[in-house]
């Protein structure tokens, strides 16, 4: 936690350097992502990790396009991760991968929407790490 705004504002960019400042914040690595632009860290990215009362997931492109969905459970630093079928666009910085999670457990992922068809999938069960592509209305 910040003590105050300031505090906040000035914390240096770059994992290291924050784990060092924030007492109790481990770094843990998940993957090889796509890094060279910042679709895979885009201001615009909402929900790129999210967690329920046992488990953590995120998702990435990783560096051919491809969609890689990982989940650890919480307070391990081992992550699960599964490069899925699902592709985006990666030169385009906009196409983010947004993820959540309904009070079921059901995880839900959209990504590569920037003047594209929805692309939405569900797991195929609570807390699962497969995919599943689900028909949305409007979709595709």
Do not use: C
Request: proline share 2%; hydrophobic share 40%.
């Amino acid at each position: 936690a910040f003590e105050n705004a300031e505090q906040k504002l000035n914390v240096p960019y770059g994992v290291q350097k924050l784990s060092a400042d924030l007492p109790g914040l481990s770094i843990s690595t998940v993957g090889s992502a796509h890094s060279a632009n910042s679709i895979n860290a885009n201001i615009l990215r909402q929900s790129s990790i999210v967690s329920d009362a046992m488990h953590q997931y995120t998702a990435y492109y990783d560096a051919s396009g491809m969609v890689v969905l990982a989940k650890r459970a919480l307070g391990s630093d081992q992550w699960e991760a599964k490069r899925t079928r699902f592709k985006g666009k990666i030169t385009d910085a906009h196409n983010i991968i947004s993820l959540g999670l309904d009070g079921d457990g059901y995880l839900h992922m959209s990504w590569d929407h920037h003047n594209h068809p929805l692309r939405y999938v569900r797991s195929v069960a609570a807390r699962s790490n497969g995919l599943s592509l689900r028909a949305a209305r409007g979709a595709r």
